[in-house]
């Protein structure tokens, strides 16, 4: 499974690297990465709130509710990539929407494909999304195009050098554990992987955030479905659509759903309500 090829902490090991240059011990590196990173993404989280809500004091009381988010702490004290990810996946969404900067975007969302391959599913169904409503957004499709090629291209360096298949990963992970390539791995079946999905699809999603922030996404848009324009309203929903699709598309390539790795669609999500409920011109723009 892509989510953990070899190679899938390309950017993070560099940081690490980097992080161990600068005198830190091994240990030491790793969380000072999840740390920093958390301390960066409420900084973005700020940045974003101060625009939406055009209130810093407002801004400020939510941006500390974002730092009392379990997935968000829980990023924050493990030495993985989690965190660091979220962070250049909020960039990529600043630069577009606040800054609307789209070669920044390109470079945020390369590293962060470079950091957690999976994201590739979501730039894509997104980039399809900005494709057919280009003219809303005033973007290039051309230039949507070159960008997307790039973070894409990212993703296919990753599978390039990967080395196991993605049935032994799921086998060693969900089946049996196999010691690959020292052992004679067996084949995935079917109905081994069918009765994996079966058995983990309402539980994970069940103790996920995504049933309670449906809820509110349901609640908010029937509230603001009067002021918003037919355009609107289908933009809004097919982006929410869209985060939906890629967890779930994520989660029948890997069935779990941990919440410190959902951490960066749970921010977002939040973050477009919030835009949604407080916006006072257009919705899909602002």
């Known amino acids: 499974m892509f989510i953990h090829l070899p190679l899938f902490l390309v950017f993070y090991d560099f940081i690490n690297y980097v992080f161990f240059k600068l005198g830190l011990s091994a240990a030491a590196a790793t969380f000072a990465i999840s740390v920093i990173s958390y301390v960066l993404i409420l900084v973005v989280i ?31 004290r493990h030495a993985a990539p989690d965190n660091l990810s979220c962070l250049l996946l909020l960039l990529s969404f600043y630069f577009f929407v606040i800054r609307r900067d ?11 494909v470079f950091t ?11 980039t399809v999304l900005l494709l057919v409503s280009a003219k809303q957004w005033q973007v290039s499709r051309p230039k949507l195009l070159a960008s997307y090629f790039y973070v894409a291209a990212s993703f296919l360096v990753v ?22 390539p020292v052992s004679n791995p067996g084949i995935l079946q079917l109905a081994d992987y ?10 994970e999603f069940n103790s996920s955030y995504y049933p309670i922030l449906l809820m509110f996404i349901v609640l908010i848009m029937a509230g603001r479905f009067s002021e918003m324009t037919h355009k609107q309203f289908l933009f809004l929903v097919s982006f929410f659509a869209i985060i939906y699709a ?8 890997f069935p779990m759903l941990v919440t410190r790795m ?16 407080f916006s006072k011109v257009n919705l899909s723009r602002t």
């Not at 957690?116 to 997104?126: A, S």
């Open 116 to 126: 957690r391959p999976d994201y590739i599913i979501l730039y894509t169904l997104l």
């Open 46 to 76: 700020l940045l974003f709130l101060v625009r939406i809500l055009r209130n810093h004091y407002l801004a400020i009381l939510f941006t500390l509710f974002f730092s009392l988010l379990k997935p968000l702490l829980d990023g924050a």
């Open 194 to 203: 069918l009765r994996v999905l079966k058995s983990k699809i309402f539980f």
């Open 159 to 180: 599978q390039y050098f990967n080395q196991v298949p993605w049935t032994i990963l799921f086998m060693n992970q969900f089946v049996e554990v196999q010691l690959y």
């Open 246 to 253: 890629s967890v779930f598309i994520r989660f029948l390539i």
């Open 102 to 112: 789209l070669w920044a975007v390109t470079i945020f969302a390369m590293l962060c």
């Open 262 to 277: 959902m951490i960066g669609y749970y921010i977002i999500i939040i973050l477009s309500l919030i835009c949604i409920n």
